[in-house]
């Protein structure tokens, strides 16, 4: 017959060893959990992966078909969606030339271009001469400070060694680590939209916008807006079927009502048959995009691609599609 302390101590290792195998059920259940886990993420990453590199095939898709010589920038075809899987791509093309290239400007000596858009966003005039000198200073190769310029002394006693690199824009975001180029950003925070240093330098009147219109031709606002108005044909969209032909610049002045502008001004600053086009591809699987842009020259059969990277899909703002995207 056992004793109640032998029956105390049978009953206590029977606890012990409960408690041991649910301790152990316990971990057991622990790493089952973490492994589920490490499993659902593994195969959430391997979703994405496959997310992400079907968008970019779609994007190449998208720009094969634009980089076509035939294909015109209003063809349907530019668009399309899967309405079952969500994958497809939207390519938009614009002509690198409505933007204005800063290099060229300055180079040819055109300072009032700068100026006038300056001004016209919000600068300051005294602000904009101030500016635009230390543009010119930036490029130029002499060390001559220009009125209100900055060359190397200046920018070393900011302490910034080094500064100006005395040569060409190599990418827009550049113009805003000229002196006084920190009022880009607060007088329009899309500036650096209407640059770019590989436009060819005159401004295609076909696709720029109303402001570097207006300044290029020294026109009203007002009247550039209308002329943008009419050039986009009664359906208000840009690059469809009921846009006005608008072969010459002579349609296109006619269109503005901008007869009697100096005819240098014309010659040099703007154009209406630039071949520098701006394709940007964006590829979609489900809710995941990926966005390449490239630039093409020539046209017809001569058209090809000289340049092209990935660009960020969630911004509209591709300015810095140049040098800084090539690195
Ligand atoms: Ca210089
Ligand atoms: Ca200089």
Redesign the pocket.
Known sequence: MRTLCERNDVGGRRGSALVAVFTTIFILSLFALLAGRLLLRDLEWVGLREARLEALAWAETGLSMAGHPAMERTDPGLNWRSPETGGGYSVTITSEDARLNPNHIILRGDDQLLRDLFVLWGMDPDQASAYVDCL??WI???????LN?A?AETYARMGLPGL?P?RPLRSVSEMAQVLGGEWLEVINPRWAESFSVRAGGQLDLRDAPADLIAVSLAIPMDRALRFVELRNGPDGIPFTEDDPPMETLEDALLMIGAIGVPDEMLAERVTVNSSNLRITSTGYSGSVRRTIAALVAGSGAGRSIFWRAEVPSDSADHSHFDEDMLR
């Not at 130029?140 to 220009?146: K, V």
């Open positions: 010119g200073d130029d190769e002499d060390d001559l400070e220009r310029g060359e100006p005395n």
